[in-house]
């Protein structure tokens, strides 16, 4: 596992991220949240993994620069001016680059 989040969003634009790097990733637990009350909504997170455990190292590197916790303030899409959280690279709307 290299990511957790209980965000769908969040996770979805990580797997992207990863996946333009040229990552093979896959989620689990995207039903699980049917699970809530019989299990902690903690073990209901999506999980994103690697397929081949040999780009932990790497891929780790790569979301740790991203400064996915970090204070970074949300921005707007210079294309369709939806807003985006600091960790969204790509518009979620429209799919730009953050610029």
Avoid: P
């Avoid at 769908?8 to 949240?33: M, P, T």
């Amino acid at each position: 596992m290299i990511y957790t989040h209980e965000n769908r969003l969040i996770v979805s634009n990580i797997k992207n991220i990863l996946q333009r790097r040229g990552f093979d990733v896959f989620v689990k637990n995207e039903h699980a949240v049917s699970l809530i009350g019989e299990a902690s909504a903690f073990d209901s997170w999506l999980e994103l993994w690697l397929v081949d455990e040999n780009d932990f190292a790497l891929a780790s590197m790569i979301l740790k620069n991203m400064n996915l916790d970090s204070d970074a303030e949300d921005w707007h899409c210079s294309k369709c001016a939806e807003e985006n959280a600091a960790s969204f690279e790509l518009c979620w709307n429209c799919g730009t680059e953050q610029g």
